[in-house]
C-alpha cells in the first residue's frame, strides 16, 4: 500500500499564494503520473495538473496561476499556487499513478480556503 502525505493547505486571501506537497512512500519514476485534483463543496472533483515524463498538463482555470513540478529524489510532488481566486477554494487531492503498478492512489486532502 502506497501512503500520499500532503501539506500545505490553509487560509488565504485573494491574491496570495499557497504551496502544495505531497510526499510518497513508494519510491516516483518519471514514468509515474502525479498530478492534483481538488473538489469544491456541492461540486465533483476535477483534475488541477498533472506531470509525468516531464510534460505537464493543466486546467484552463489554473493556467498561468498554477505550477506543478516534482523531486523523484524526494518522491514528491508540489503545486504553487499564485494569485489564488475564491473560486480556488476547495479540498487539494494528490493523485499518484504508477504505471508499473497499473493504479493510483490518493492522498487524504488538504483544505484551500480563499477568503478576505
Known amino acids: 500500500q502506497v501512503q500520499l502525505l500532503e501539506s500545505g493547505g490553509g487560509l488565504v486571501q485573494p491574491g496570495g499564494s499557497l504551496r502544495l506537497s505531497c510526499a510518497a512512500s513508494?519510491?516516483?519514476?518519471?514514468?509515474?503520473?502525479m498530478g492534483w485534483y481538488r473538489q469544491a463543496p456541492g461540486k465533483q472533483r476535477e483534475l488541477v495538473a498533472h506531470?509525468?515524463?516531464?510534460?505537464?498538463n493543466y486546467a484552463d482555470s489554473v493556467k498561468g496561476r498554477f505550477t506543478i513540478s516534482r523531486d523523484n529524489a524526494k518522491n514528491t510532488v508540489y503545486l504553487q499556487m499564485n494569485s489564488l481566486k475564491p473560486e480556488d477554494t476547495a479540498v487539494y487531492y494528490c493523485n499518484v499513478y504508477y504505471l508499473t503498478l497499473s493504479r493510483d492512489f490518493w492522498g487524504q486532502g488538504t483544505q484551500v480556503t480563499v477568503s478576505s
Open positions: 513508494r519510491i516516483i519514476f518519471d514514468i509515474d503520473r
Open positions: 506531470i509525468t515524463r516531464g510534460s505537464t
